[in-house]
């Protein structure tokens, strides 16, 4: 059974920052590309980041480009998002989530597993 826990949610005030973790169990890691959405409340939920496992390229929303940034470690079976220069908008519950495919999607229908989420909240 292939398992995703994230952690390292909380409350930031705007410009600070945060590092999401997302352990999987259950299947190869490395052999899986990995993405991080969020779902503010009452909107759907969006992509975020992604990260391919062949190459571990990675892409961004318009939204975080610059600020945030995904990696993994395969050694650990563990997804990050760094957040940096956080700003109110970026309030959430954030997803991280796999798929066998070579390479990430920004379509929620393109993943196989999902976390629980965890929560960030950002004040002004």
């Known amino acids: 059974q292939v398992q995703l826990v994230e952690s390292g949610g909380g409350l930031v005030q705007a410009g600070g920052s945060l590092r999401l973790s997302c352990v999987v169990s259950g299947r190869t890691f490395s052999s899986m590309a990995m993405g991080w959405f969020r779902q503010a409340p009452g909107k759907e939920r969006e992509f975020v980041a992604g990260i391919s496992w062949i190459s571990s390229r990675t892409d961004y929303s318009d939204s975080v480009k610059g600020r945030f940034t995904i990696s993994r470690d395969n050694a650990k079976n563990t997804v990050y998002l760094q957040m940096n220069s956080l700003k109110p908008e970026d309030t959430a519950d954030y997803y991280c989530?796999?798929?066998?495919?070579?390479?990430?999607?920004?379509?929620?229908?393109?993943?196989?597993?999902w976390g629980q989420g965890t929560q960030v909240t950002v004040s002004s």
């Open positions: 989530a796999g798929t066998s495919a070579q390479r990430y999607t920004i379509r929620r229908t393109g993943y196989d597993y």
